[in-house]
């Protein structure tokens, strides 16, 4: 866009105080701000006509486009006309001009220029800004004005400047900074996350440790008996250890009660499972202990798989804390090291060190035993141990971690020596998961887990995205070389530039190798959140500050960026994508907070979950129904929309389809739909506009649908059979089963057909001109209206309050499917009746809604992690900065898949019927390479 010519110097006022701010500069204006205030990250729509609304009324006005381009309407020009600083020029050639040096500048002279201005307003009446309330708008003065033009031009300036296209280059360069500081420090501080959960974590709440940078698994009866089959167990120590042998062993075996004299061994032995769990009463570090120990040392002997000992308050305390009795002590450790670190080569040893204790609360015969005293036993076992071996680590770890456990909890002790029952429980916990998880390999406890290996299929999707960088980047050096060759040369004697510009069209194999480039170095990081070793992963932990607080955020910001709509309709596209955005967004938070725990959330999350469904019936059955469209180019694009990424990240995650339940919902139900719609007779809007017996025929195909939903929702047999045909169940199949595919279809079977149904009646009321879907009209009369919206208030609150008071998760979900529907439409109405509601949409929710898939999606992997079950740490010690860092990565990386996939829709699903009909031949044989390779995998894990 080239700017207006620049007036001479004496166009600007040289007498104005204003004029010494500096000159100036046009050019973020003269560039072209966005026409719509649209939220930070702004989508750069270039298909926007010059006449288009721009949604932000009063300052700026309306103007030409030109106008609107430079940031400039019909009332920035009047006022400036007012002033005589405006000649024959208008408001293009104003801002053009500027003062004598406005030709270039630093960025800062619009803001100069305007505050210039509005110090030579004089307070008067004035329309207010829209973004301003109402009332301010009876009577403005030069303060009001001056906000409402600040708040359009500062939205404006933040949104030119900081576009999705900066923000992914923002996003790009935290990631690679972030990879290779996390390098780093892994490098420096070792792999290895047992030493971390053996030494290290915080309490995220009452009873929940969180070790530091991985995931502890909550360990149950099953799991635990199978991870100690055939396995033995022995603890050597004092009460302190009994303490810890009896919380291990509740794990096993919850009934098993703490009886019997204390002061001597104690042997627990489950059959079933051929687990045997000893205490060795040893309360001091002496000949005894060591002569325990040296019998394991023996070849001849069976030794323990697992053995845990520690001692020192019984030394402390028969002693008198004597420095003599420490010496002792160290003595003692040293002969035992050895033994120790040779048992360490076959079985897993674990040094217990001494839990502070709660001195006010010690009896009299044990005031001795000082936290003072303690550290000097601890520092001396740990000098000792670690330096048992001269050449290599030692292999005795160090459970150190009990110390920061005991240091919050002691002063709930009963004694001021022993710990409370939690406290210990967590400690039994660590234990089992320092074994067991490299075992079982549970998803949410990473902590002690080896990498997991590559799979053949993993291996082959690295070799074809690394080949599609390789062939992009060479594609890329030519079409380079090219558009060098054919750049303007300049006339050296003329002293102007030729005009051979070439410009070289896009070929679809660039964009092609384009797409398959960026979204292999995604897929990259996608591996390296949620299967490498390289970034954290934390626990969740609910709290509702942290579910409601962001959730009162997101709102603010939601109504911040209130736009006027391009159409009125009920559900129109902006609105449907507002709905979609705000929905996915508390989702997002419901996850990432763990408010599934809390069952009036979970209740009113299921809504959310059938609104979307909703909205998959209404605009599903009303495209094919106005539109009449069934052809196999439509279902293409529809299908491979929905499940393009969904394949890849199965490829490279590693997980099946199933587990990603939400698309495999939405892909059947579209296909339910188009099957019921585009079987004979095919019955559209135009064939029963001319026939009301078609409106007929159409209900009793719906009424069909509603009879096979209710014969598969409560013939599980029947469902399961259905889907576990070949290679269906390759699709549907979750740990072997398709139980979950069933559950999951089951719990909202009825939404997708009360959709369709909705979609059916609002257009044939539409189509007879029942409803008012004016601008800022009510949707019915006032009275029919009135009283809707009343209904719709108290449905939607009664609602709320059922699922507020829901007690048993079961019956909640029985009765789910059938009265979520009633939230929904109250919703519906209330969002549209009034006239004013329906005219406007949050810019905020509906940029989200149009990558909401996407959202959804890639959590499970860059947001959160352990395939949903944690938190991902990007920066470990401030989960608020974690979580700022995390959130923005996570949302351009969404962004930028939703263009990827667009993008290649475009090409491999193409309009022409004969070449569609070749690449669904390829995609075919692609899939059945698919199921070749994953029974490969499946035979090969077996």
Request: aromatic share 12%; net charge positive.
């Amino acid at each position: 866009m080239s700017l207006p010519p620049q007036p001479p110097a004496a166009a600007c006022d040289p007498v104005t105080p204003e004029g010494q701010l500096g000159p100036v500069t046009p050019e973020h204006w003269a560039s072209g701000p966005p026409s719509q205030a649209q939220p930070l990250l702004r989508q750069e729509d270039k298909g926007k006509e010059e006449g288009e609304e721009t949604g932000v009324q009063g300052a700026w006005g309306t103007g030409t486009a030109e106008q609107r381009r430079r940031g400039w309407g019909e009332a920035a020009e009047a006022a400036v006309a007012e002033e005589g600083q405006v000649e024959a020029g208008g408001a293009g050639a104003a801002v053009g001009s500027g003062c004598p040096a406005g030709g270039a500048g630093d960025g800062r002279g619009g803001w100069r220029w305007l505050l210039a201005w509005l110090r030579r307003q004089q307070p008067q009446c004035c329309p207010c800004a829209a973004p301003l309330p109402r009332l301010a708008a009876h009577c403005c003065h030069g303060g009001t004005k001056m906000a409402a033009l600040a708040y359009n031009l500062g939205k404006r300036e933040i949104n030119h400047y900081f576009s999705v296209r900066s923000a992914k280059v923002l996003a790009l360069v935290a990631v690679l900074l972030l990879a290779a500081c996390h390098f780093a420090s892994r490098r420096y501080r070792g792999s290895d996350s047992c030493e971390y959960l053996l030494s290290s974590g915080r309490f995220l709440g009452e009873k929940v440790w969180q070790p530091h940078s991985c995931m502890m698994h909550k360990y149950k009866i099953s799991e635990a008996k199978s991870c100690l089959i055939d396995k033995h167990i022995a603890f050597i120590g004092d009460s302190r250890i009994r303490q810890l042998f009896y919380s291990f062993v509740k794990i096993i075996n919850p009934q098993f009660k703490e009886e019997g004299n204390k002061h001597e061994n104690i042997p627990f032995e489950d059959k079933i499972a051929s687990v045997k769990v000893d205490f060795l009463w040893h309360p001091e570090v002496n000949g005894s202990m060591k002569q325990c120990i040296k019998v394991w040392t023996e070849d001849s002997v069976a030794k323990p798989h697992i053995i845990v000992a520690g001692a020192a308050t019984w030394s402390i305390k028969i002693h008198n804390g004597s420095s003599e009795a420490l010496a002792q002590y160290k003595m003692n450790v040293t002969s035992i090291a050895p033994l120790l670190e040779k048992l360490a080569k076959t079985s897993d040893v674990y040094w217990v060190l001494q839990d502070p204790v709660y001195e006010d609360l010690l009896s009299e015969n044990r005031k001795m035993i000082t936290n003072e005293k303690i550290d000097a036993y601890n520092e001396a076992a740990v000098s000792i141990l670690n330096s048992s071996t001269r050449n290599s680590k030692s292999n005795v770890k160090m459970f150190s971690v009990s110390k920061l456990i005991a240091q919050e909890t002691i002063m709930e002790s009963v004694d001021g020596l022993h710990l409370p029952e939690s406290s210990r429980e967590t400690s039994a916990m660590i234990l089992m998961n320092v074994y067991c998880n490299k075992i079982l390999k549970p998803i949410d406890g990473s902590c002690c887990q080896p990498l997991p290996p590559l799979t053949l299929m993993q291996k082959l999707a690295a070799c074809f995205f690394t080949l599609s960088i390789i062939g992009y980047l060479i594609f890329y050096i030519i079409h380079r070389n090219a558009h060098r060759k054919s750049k303007p040369c300049t006339d050296l004697e003329g002293g102007e530039e030729k005009k051979n510009i070439i410009n070289i069209p896009v070929s679809p194999l660039e964009i092609l190798l384009q797409s398959f480039c960026k979204l292999g170095l995604i897929m990259a990081y996608f591996y390296m959140c949620d299967r490498a070793n390289l970034f954290m992963k934390e626990n969740k932990f609910y709290t509702h500050s942290s579910f409601f607080i962001p959730i009162i955020y997101i709102l603010v910001l939601g109504v911040f960026y209130n736009e006027n709509t391009k159409e009125t309709k009920v559900l129109n596209r902006e609105q449907t994508d507002e709905w979609k955005g705000w929905m996915q967004l508390v989702i997002l938070i419901y996850h990432i907070s763990g408010a599934s725990t809390f069952l009036p959330v979970y209740m009113h999350i299921r809504v959310l979950v059938a609104a979307y469904l909703f909205q998959t019936g209404y605009g599903h059955f009303s495209y094919f129904w106005i539109k009449g469209d069934f052809g196999i180019y439509r279902v293409c694009q529809v299908l491979f929309r929905l499940n393009f990424l969904v394949v890849v990240l199965c490829i490279v995650m590693d997980r099946p389809y199933q587990f990603y339940y939400f698309v495999p919902l939405v892909t059947v139900w579209f296909m339910v739909i188009y099957v019921t719609l585009a079987l004979w007779p095919q019955i559209i809007q135009k064939k029963a506009n001319g026939n009301c017996f078609w409106h007929f025929g159409l209900l009793l195909k719906l009424a069909f649908l509603l009879f096979c939903i209710c014969f598969l929702a409560y013939s599980q047999g029947a469902f399961e059979k259905i889907f576990s045909l070949w290679p269906l169940s390759k699709c549907f199949e979750l740990r072997g089963n398709v139980y979950e595919w069933w559950f999951r279809w089951r719990l909202d079977r009825y939404v997708v057909f009360h959709g369709m149904l909705f979609a059916f009646i609002y257009l044939a009321l539409q189509k007879r001109q029942v409803l008012s879907e004016g601008k800022g009209e009510p949707l019915f009369s006032n009275r029919v209206s009135n009283f809707l919206l009343f209904f719709s208030v108290v449905s939607f609150l009664t609602y709320s309050i059922w699922a507020s008071s829901c007690k048993n998760k079961a019956k909640c979900n029985d009765l789910h499917p059938s009265v979520s529907v009633v939230q929904i439409l109250a919703f519906i109405l209330i969002r549209n009746i009034p006239g004013y509601a329906r005219s406007v949409y949050s810019s905020f929710f509906a940029w989200f809604g149009k990558i909401s898939l996407e959202l959804f999606i890639c959590q499970y992997h860059i947001w959160l992690a352990a395939d949903t079950r944690g938190i991902l740490v990007l920066i470990p010690g401030n989960p608020m900065v974690n979580i700022i860092v995390s959130t923005f990565i996570f949302v351009c990386v969404a962004h930028e898949i939703s263009q990827i996939t667009n993008n290649l829709a475009q090409i491999i699903i193409p309009k022409d019927n004969s070449s569609l009909l070749k690449r669904l031949a390829c995609i075919a044989v692609f899939f059945c390479g698919l199921l070749i390779l994953s029974s490969i995998q499946e035979k090969s894990r077996q």
